[in-house]
């Protein structure tokens, strides 16, 4: 063998042998924790979407702006890790403590799920205990989640309601822009 052959085959063995042993697991117990990963990430990925809305609807925007003005605080918003959320949530003096404590308390167990869940979970997949384990931890973020986004909408809603924008209105709007989601008009 030359050298560019030894080179070839070395960086395959790199690149497709499994950097750990890989333990039998059924198709079950695989799709059982990467099902509870993936609802763990998208309630997450809701929680971030409420703390996004709360930061323009009720400290950046304001009534009088232009609707392209907010459009693009929306954007901002929604491009920011959680942790950014946080710090601009936090440098306005008028968010509850109760939000911003929440909220402070939710960053580190989102950033495990984001980019450590899978290397530190590992270990866990291959008994039963370990498994259940992880998928109670993952359970639990995706319930934490959850409450943080319902905790930051009623935070919005009752600040929207505070300029006189009614429930009705707000239940209105909201069904009106789903049905733009859901059917692309």
Do not use: C
């Not at 993936?38 to 809305?53: D, K, M, R, Y």
């Not at 959680?82 to 003096?93: E, H, M, N």
């Not at 270990?123 to 498994?131: E, H, Q």
């Amino acid at each position: 063998m030359d050298g560019s052959t030894i080179n070839r085959s070395l960086a395959h063995l790199v690149l497709v042998r499994p950097i750990a042993p890989v333990l039998p697991l059924t198709p079950d117990q695989l799709h059982e924790v990467t099902a509870q990963v993936g609802f763990a990430l998208w309630q997450t990925q809701i929680a971030e979407s409420a703390v996004g809305s709360y930061l323009v609807l009720v400290h950046k925007a304001t009534l009088g702006q232009a609707r392209t003005e907010v459009e693009s605080m929306f954007a901002k918003a929604g491009k920011s890790t959680l942790g950014q959320l946080l710090r601009s949530i936090q440098a306005s003096s008028t968010v509850p403590q109760s939000l911003t404590d929440a909220l402070d308390a939710f960053v580190p167990r989102r950033n495990w799920l984001v980019h450590h869940s899978r290397h530190e979970g590992r270990p866990n997949m291959y008994s039963v205990a370990g498994r259940e384990a992880l998928i109670a931890r993952l359970a639990s973020i995706a319930d934490e989640a959850l409450a943080l986004a319902k905790a930051f909408q009623t935070a919005t809603e009752t600040h929207l309601e505070s300029l006189g924008i009614s429930r009705v209105q707000i239940g209105k709007d909201a069904a009106r822009i789903l049905d733009e989601w859901t059917t692309g008009a």
